[in-house]
């Protein structure tokens, strides 16, 4: 019985979070510094994150304990709720414009 509700926890939809609160800590927390304001990614300070996010799993490993640069926010300093706005945030980022939607040079 453990396993199965492992296995569904894993399977979990992300939180619902809000989308406005999120830019907020996004602002608040620096995130905007090194991924940039619509989370976009910056030239060599961090990677961009949405439209379409990593699983929330991992994006929340990743914040707790980065595998490389990026500085670790405990739980402590950001709390599991705010995370789920923050990658709600996220997800409502626009989507880069499609290669073909592009002016063509001649
Ligand atoms: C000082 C710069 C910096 C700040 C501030 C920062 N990040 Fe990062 N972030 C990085 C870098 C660099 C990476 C690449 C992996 C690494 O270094 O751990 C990264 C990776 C990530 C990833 C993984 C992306 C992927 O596709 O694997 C997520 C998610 C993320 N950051 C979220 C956040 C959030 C949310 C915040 C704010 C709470 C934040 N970061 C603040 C620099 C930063």
Known sequence: M????????MFQA??????????TLFMKYGCFECHGREA???????PKLGPAPIPFSAFV???RSPRDQMPPYTSK????AELADIYA???AAPQPPKVDSL????
């Open 2 to 9: 453990k396993v199965l509700f492992l296995i569904l926890a």
């Open 14 to 23: 992300a939180p619902k979070g809000n989308v406005e609160t999120g830019k």
């Open 40 to 46: 976009q990614g910056g030239a060599g300070t961090g």
């Open 61 to 63: 490993y990743q914040v």
């Open 77 to 80: 300093v950001l709390s599991d």
């Open 89 to 91: 945030f996220v997800q």
């Open 103 to 106: 002016p063509q040079l001649k």
